[in-house]
């Protein structure tokens, strides 16, 4: 390195170091962390109050609460539904069932209009008997009959749960059953009498980022205390974690150790023994009969032969173990194509592929040693996914078919055939005649092409003067596709109001490396991306700075927060829900250390130099001007810690920025916890953006 590039390098660290030492030094509002705290809760009452004392005055608030509140209330929704022990259950909110019912059908119900459902749990009389605000998390039942499931509860909708073990016999909870207490706990079944359990079992069992670092086997009858340990991970890793998988003839145990987000280890348990299944750290695998997928997320070179980033390989699990590397190449994607998901039937894949952000799939089957593949005929554009029903005793599937404009239609098909018949479609919403949707492209600052969706009437005029909503999230590798709008045909596109979805880097739309380009040190791509479409947007006239608002949760609200503090004079409206915004604490708030493989270590100074740059926290100033924002989060939300958006809501306000901030008390990182609490979020949000825009 030459001397001048040596005392530059010195001088930045120098200066990273200086604003690492007064961004905690200069924090008057680290009380705001406190969750729960009576300061805290003071607070936020009354920015509540203030905020929908506004809002609720305004005539959008008051037609958005009753459409929406006459949409969700009305039962018109799908039912989704998953089999066990050859019944179709399906968790259910309604006005009458504010927290929700477990209920359970035949399939021949199921395909009727109106099915008979047999409530199993009735989430509301149990809150009320208890005492409690659970709130239903997910549920894991003893395959194949299901006679036993374990139930996971939140209360008030966090990621914590309890587990409690549940007779569906007899549609009770086990007296003496398995339970466990609140924890982010991953639970497994290895048989009737033995669980595999990941949780809290006390100091020193968890990681920094709040999840279990020990599984272990837990016996019936036996005490937690008295456990087996079947593996330990590093304080440091993200979590560990164990499950059972099964496929025709087969039943395998693995052992999960996420050692960040993008990077872990598989162990395959045997005869009481782990053995690390080689495959490359980021890659993914899942199980078809006797072959092990591999999906890889890096290129991989074996025996000389490069297999290329994202994808899809499969090779004998037992050979594999014992040494042997003969790969089956399944899928290699294109620049314009990546995997979005791999489902396994009885003898069959579903490769869901995304396509210049449009779904298709590939049915994939392996006779005589042989792969086939061939296409499956569904709707070219939207989104499709799909849900094995019971992967080890049938082929078949639903399939989920949506789109923008169109309501989401499942239907019941069968790998081998085409064929299949509608089981449910939902009501439209709104008149799909009076809208068309457009796929358009950016141009970023380094040359990147990146597309993007409007869904517009086809009367509007392309003079600058539409409401605009543009939406994107931007991380962790996840795409965004096209989906129902539902809601928003009454809260939004009736007004004249434009809906835009971005596709930018940091996201999946088009494999591994769209979203490796924004990662750590890259992260101003994702941000560069986001703004490049609303100059484009305004370029093309489709809206102007007056009219354009942006909306983003979570990593979404990261994403808006740094497109209000970086260029401000774009935009006259930000929604920013559930947000990381203090990038110098995110790693020591919840689970915040899982997330520095995507964003980097601020206490890593080199690193906290680039990480700086772009945390709105950090970089909000008094003297500039600001476009009107509405701060979402939820109390209860134990994923991203609400002191995010109070504290950047409370300097913002003290530096004389006009914000208003909505704190829901249940709801976790979803930020509502029943269909009222859902309503009032849309009420919230529409009536501020068609006060700010239209």
């Not at 099915?115 to 199993?120: F, I, S």
């Not at 782990?274 to 993914?284: E, N, S, T």
């Not at 609400?642 to 006009?658: I, L, S, V």
């Not at 979803?670 to 609490?677: G, Y």
Request: aromatic residues 10%; charged residues 20%.
């Amino acid at each position: 390195m030459h001397l001048v590039q040596k005392i530059a390098s010195a001088a930045l660290l120098g200066l990273a170091l200086l604003g690492l030492a007064r961004a905690q030094e200069n924090d008057p509002y680290l009380w705001l962390e406190d969750s729960h705290g009576e300061r805290t809760m003071a607070w936020v009452e009354a920015q509540n109050k203030a905020a929908l004392g506004e809002l609720r005055t305004r005539a959008e608030y008051r037609d958005i609460e009753q459409s929406v509140q006459t949409m969700l209330h009305s039962g018109a929704r799908l039912p989704e539904v998953s089999m066990h022990g050859g019944l179709l259950y399906n968790f259910w909110v309604d006005a009458q069932h504010q927290r929700g019912v477990w209920r359970r059908t035949t399939m021949a119900q199921y395909r009727r209009a109106e099915p008979a459902w047999e409530t199993v749990l009735d989430l509301d009389r149990l809150a009320a008997d208890e005492h409690e605000k659970w709130v239903w998390h997910d549920v894991v039942c003893l395959y194949p009959k299901a006679e036993r499931c374990l139930v996971l509860l939140s209360r008030g909708g966090g990621d914590a749960h309890v587990v409690r073990e549940f007779d569906t016999v007899r549609r009770r909870f086990v007296a003496g059953g398995f339970t466990l207490p609140e924890a982010k706990t991953e639970v497994a079944w290895s048989d009737r009498d033995t669980l595999l359990v990941a949780t809290d079992f006390g100091e020193g069992s968890m990681t920094a980022s709040g999840y279990a670092r020990i599984v272990k086997e837990w016996r019936r009858g036996t005490p937690l205390a008295a456990a087996r340990t079947l593996y330990e991970g590093k304080a440091d890793d993200m979590r560990v974690s164990a499950d059972k998988k099964f496929t025709p003839g087969h039943a395998y145990q693995f052992v999960t150790r996420t050692i960040n987000y993008y990077s872990s280890e598989l162990f395959l348990r045997e005869r009481g023994k782990l053995a690390r299944v080689p495959v490359p750290a980021d890659a993914q695998t899942s199980m078809l009969d006797d072959q092990l997928i591999i999906q890889l997320n890096s290129a991989w070179e074996v025996n000389g032969v490069r297999y290329p980033e994202g994808a899809l390989l499969a090779t004998d699990l037992r050979r594999f173990m014992r040494g042997e590397r003969q790969f089956a190449l399944l899928l290699t994607p294109t620049p314009t194509s990546s995997l979005d998901s791999v489902t396994a039937t009885r003898g069959a894949l579903l490769l869901n592929i995304l396509d210049n952000v449009r779904n298709r799939l590939v049915e994939v089957t392996r006779v005589g040693g042989h792969w086939r593949q061939r296409k499956v005929a569904a709707p070219a554009f939207g989104q499709l996914s799909v849900a094995a029903l019971d992967p080890v005793a049938s082929g078949d599937y639903i399939l989920k078919v949506t789109d923008f404009l169109h309501p989401t239609t499942t239907y019941l098909a069968r790998t081998g055939s085409d064929a299949r018949t509608v089981l449910k479609s939902m009501p439209a919403f709104f008149d799909a005649d009076a809208y068309t949707v457009q796929q358009l492209h950016a141009v970023s600052p380094d040359g990147t092409r990146v597309p993007y969706f409007v869904v517009m009437s086809k009367a509007a005029r392309m003079d600058g003067s539409n409401p605009t909503l543009l939406n994107a999230y931007g991380g962790f590798q996840v795409p965004m596709k096209p989906y129902y709008l539902g809601p928003m045909g009454d809260a939004w596109l009736k007004h004249g109001g434009m809906y835009v979805l971005a596709n930018i880097r940091g996201g999946g739309e088009f494999g591994p490396a769209w979203h490796q380009a924004a990662v750590g040190q890259h992260r101003q791509r994702a941000f560069d991306d986001f703004l490049a479409v609303a100059e484009d947007l305004v370029r093309r006239q489709i809206t102007s700075p007056r009219h354009l608002g942006i909306s983003g949760r979570s990593n979404g609200g990261l994403l808006v927060g740094v497109a209000l503090t970086q260029r401000p004079e774009l935009f006259n409206a930000v929604v920013c829900g559930a947000p990381l915004l203090d990038m110098r604490r995110f790693s020591k708030l919840l689970a915040g250390a899982s997330w520095i493989a995507e964003y980097g270590d601020p206490d890593d100074p080199a690193q906290w130099a680039y990480i700086g740059q772009y945390s709105p926290y950090q970089n909000v100033h008094k003297e500039r001007h600001y476009p009107r924002v509405l701060f979402t989060t939820a109390t209860s939300d134990d994923r991203v810690h609400p002191g995010h958006a109070r504290k950047m809501a409370a300097r913002m306000q003290e530096q004389g920025h006009d914000v208003l901030y909505w704190e829901n008390t249940e709801g976790g990182h979803a930020a509502a916890a029943s269909l009222d609490q859902e309503v009032r979020w849309w009420a919230t949000t529409y009536s501020f953006l068609l006060a700010q825009l239209k």
